[in-house]
């Protein structure tokens, strides 16, 4: 098994930046053998998306939308996936949920909240 947790959710104005954490814990084997780590969204009303994801210790991936604004990131001493943001917009706002991937598997974090206003 393994748990995720997110933080550094919160409110932002426009053209500012975030970073949000993610500590994984859990079975040691299993952490070691996932497949990939990365980061989702969700706003009410629509599908979860694809933000940005690692495989490996570097091949990354990212949405067209957040591509050259938000990087992600990976401590895999601690144990710790990061997404820098920046350059936030108003579109940006949403829930945003940790992933971890292992073959079939899908773990998934609680989720923080990002609010871009002004």
């Excluded at 497949?35 to 629509?46: A, F, H, I």
């Excluded at 591509?67 to 144990?79: A, L, P, V, Y």
Aim: charged letters at 20%.
């Amino acid at each position: 098994q393994v748990q995720l947790a997110e933080s550094g959710g919160g409110l932002v104005q426009p053209g500012g930046f975030l970073t949000l954490s993610c500590q994984v814990a859990g079975n040691v084997d299993e952490i070691s053998m996932l497949d990939s780590l990365g980061w989702y969204r969700q706003v009410p009303g629509k599908q979860r998306e694809l933000v940005a994801t690692v495989f490996g210790p570097r091949m990354k991936k990212y949405a067209d939308s957040v591509q050259g604004r938000f990087t992600i990131s990976r401590d895999t001493d601690e144990n710790l996936l990061y997404l820098r943001m920046n350059g936030l917009t108003v579109e940006d706002t949403a829930v945003y949920y940790c992933n971890c991937h292992r073959r079939t598997t899908d773990y998934w974090g609680q989720g923080t909240q990002v609010t871009v206003s002004s």
